[in-house]
């Protein structure tokens, strides 16, 4: 599976932005697809994930009211919702996939985007 993320840009804190992941080839029941982030001389950190059957959402605490996952499996797409952007959202968000149960580190999953960067200025 390729996964191609894009939809980040430059904005004023306060505003929103939509992320998009599509994933090129089959995307199971079982897997798992998460958004992560790395801002500079960070390492890189969960933001949410979503379970590709049933559509469980998880966040980390730090987004959590602000940022929505989401999946369209017709277009085998993942996205993120941001509002109230907050000048530490500032990173390169990285898409990613996992077979198997939810994790919330990095190494659990396999299959990365390139990423796209997300800049919120005050």
């Known amino acids: 599976v390729q996964l191609q993320a894009s939809g980040g840009g430059f904005v004023q804190a306060e505003d929103s932005l939509r992320l998009s992941c599509v994933a090129s080839g089959r995307i199971f029941s079982s897997h798992i697809m998460g958004w992560f982030r790395q801002a500079p001389g960070k390492e890189r950190e969960f933001v949410a994930a979503i379970r590709w059957s049933g559509g469980n959402t998880y966040y980390a605490d730090s987004v959590k009211g602000r940022f929505t996952i989401s999946r369209d499996n017709t277009k085998n797409t993942v996205y993120l919702q941001m509002n109230s952007l907050k000048p530490e959202d500032t990173a390169i968000y990285y898409c990613?996939?996992?077979?198997?149960?939810?994790?919330?580190?990095?190494?659990?999953?396999?299959?990365w985007g390139q990423g796209t960067l997300v800049t919120v200025s005050s």
């Open positions: 990613a996939r996992r077979a198997g149960g939810l994790s919330y580190t990095a190494s659990g999953y396999g299959s």
